[in-house]
């Protein structure tokens, strides 16, 4: 069964086929994609990698976790799922602050 991996701390100038090759020494690799900010179109510094099964991924994991690539010493873990909008921490809240002082009252 195929299993994504999340690959951290990348350096900018690194691209979808740089990953592809380098994870392509574990195994077979369906999916490698880096991160780009939609504003400026820059490299986020991190990416996902989707290997075949999960010896190939094992096998990334303990290749080239805190190992260094293109100058930089790269993080790979397991990715965890994307967490719904409601989850993701924002939001809340709401309502007027209170503080200020003189003025009338409601």
Not at 38 to 51: D, N
Not at 59 to 66: C, G, K, M, T, V
Request: hydrophobic letters at 30%; aromatic letters at 10%; glycine letters at 18%.
């Amino acid at each position: 069964m195929a299993k994504k991996l999340y690959v951290g701390n990348l350096n900018y100038r690194t691209t979808d086929m740089q990953l592809e090759e380098l994870f392509g020494q574990a195994g077979e690799v369906l999916s490698a994609t880096v991160i780009m900010d939609r504003e400026t179109g820059r490299s986020k510094g991190f990416g996902f990698v989707e290997m075949a099964d999960d010896a190939a991924a094992a096998d990334a994991i303990e290749r080239f976790n805190n190992n260094e690539f293109d100058g930089r010493t790269i993080k790979v873990d397991e990715a965890r799922p994307p967490r719904r909008r409601e989850d993701r921490g924002y939001g809340g809240g709401g309502g007027y602050g209170g503080g200020g002082g003189g003025g009338s009252r409601w």
